[in-house]
């Protein structure tokens, strides 16, 4: 059975684009940071706030489930001292152990170099509108501290590791506060603060963008915000293949998280529109293995392996990260080494991941441009 050893990386490095930054402090280090700031915690003692953040299966089942304890974390991570110490922990976790398989409570890497990553870039996301304590502090002045940590991480690690930030407009936001945080988007940019992409996160019930007027609108949002563009969409059954395409169509992402939604449409009904669309348009699916299973957009390891395969009978492009490796307690080596053991993924597989990500980050980099949708054949179903 291969192992992670085995796996030969692309000449730029390891790049994980989908990773929350409230899903991306360990634990113990979030009940650290709530205790010295003094806030109030929806339990008692630290075993019940552990219990409740770690998102194993017991305690998720849905995006809905996942998504319920984030809240806790966006609080504590809220104004600009503890959000800029929110992304040193989170980029320095991640850097520090490069992606080891297993890591110790004190934070060291549990196995031997060969077994772990050559982590090189990492995207991280967040809604800064969910971290100005409801309006108590400066929109501004907490993104330039989530900047500031990002800068003294690459500074720290003298240009081995590359960082950016996404910022993740909500599902669960109204209008007027997703076109803020798509203008200062914009202005934070250009600025040359290193916010690199725009997402859309969220519970998907909360705002499926079924209706065209309320897709119109977000489209005007992610044009605003003038970044490269990743959306969640797809990953749970609010989302049907005809809002879909329309999300596609109208948002233009470059990426598109869990697009489960596709495959459905094609192994349910026999429908592949979606499919052909995503490869049509050289779109690169971002999968989540661990979050993926735990919120049951994919039902189990096995059914991993059809949609990865799935993905390359159409020529779909797709790359792996984790989403919340800290609540998960996992990591990107941890993940793709289940694909492996469980034969749901091959090395070809993982190597050819590992180069998609390495093309689609959207850090700046000197690498070989993004595949145009001119390049793109669609291979027929085997
Ligand atoms: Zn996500």
Redesign the pocket.
């Known amino acids: 059975m291969p192992t992670i050893s085995d796996l030969s990386f692309p000449a730029e490095g390891v790049f994980e684009v989908?990773v929350?930054l409230g899903g991306a402090v360990p634990i113990h280090r979030l009940y650290e940071s709530a205790v010295d700031r003094g806030i109030r915690l929806p339990v008692q003692t630290y075993d019940e706030f552990a219990d409740l953040l770690h998102r194993r299966s017991d305690n998720s089942g849905s995006l809905e489930k996942y998504l319920e304890i984030y809240e806790v974390a966006e609080r504590i991570q809220s104004g600009p001292q503890a959000l800029r110490e929110s992304v040193l922990i989170a980029l320095n976790g991640a850097a520090r152990t490069g992606g080891s398989t297993r890591v110790a409570a004190e934070g060291e890497a549990l196995v031997p170099l060969p077994q772990r990553l050559p982590l090189t870039g990492i995207e991280l996301r967040l809604n800064p509108l969910k971290r100005n304590g409801g309006g108590i502090w400066d929109l501004d002045r907490v993104m330039l501290a989530a900047c500031s940590g990002v800068e003294e991480l690459q500074t720290a690690y003298k240009g081995r590791v590359q960082a950016g930030l996404i910022v993740c407009l909500g599902r669960d936001l109204p209008d007027e506060q997703n076109e803020i945080l798509a203008r200062k988007t914009a202005l934070w940019a250009s600025k040359g603060l290193p916010v690199v992409g725009v997402d859309l996160?969220g519970p998907e019930s909360a705002n499926p963008l079924s209706d065209p007027v309320s897709l119109r609108r977000m489209a005007e949002f992610f044009e605003t915000a003038a970044v490269g563009r990743t959306v969640?969409c797809g990953e749970t059954r609010s989302i049907n293949l005809d809002t879909f395409m329309a999300t596609v169509r109208e948002l233009k992402p470059h990426r598109i998280?869990h697009p489960l939604a596709a495959a459905r449409a094609l192994w349910e009904d026999g429908d592949d529109r979606g499919l052909r669309m995503l490869a049509e348009r050289g779109i690169v699916a971002e999968l989540?293995v661990v979050s993926n299973l735990l919120t049951r957009a994919v039902e189990n390891v096995e059914q991993y392996g059809r949609l990865l395969k799935t993905l390359d009978d159409y020529g779909i492009e797709y790359c792996f990260s984790t989403?919340a490796p800290a609540l998960q307690k996992s990591t990107l080596a941890s993940e793709l080494e289940l694909l492996l053991s469980r034969g749901a993924a091959t090395l070809d597989q993982l190597e050819r991941s590992l180069v998609s990500a390495a093309r689609c980050t959207f850090l700046p980099r000197k690498a070989a441009p993004r595949r145009r949708s001119s390049d793109q054949s669609v291979v027929s179903m085997s």
């Open positions: 989908h929350h996160a969640h998280g989540c989403d």
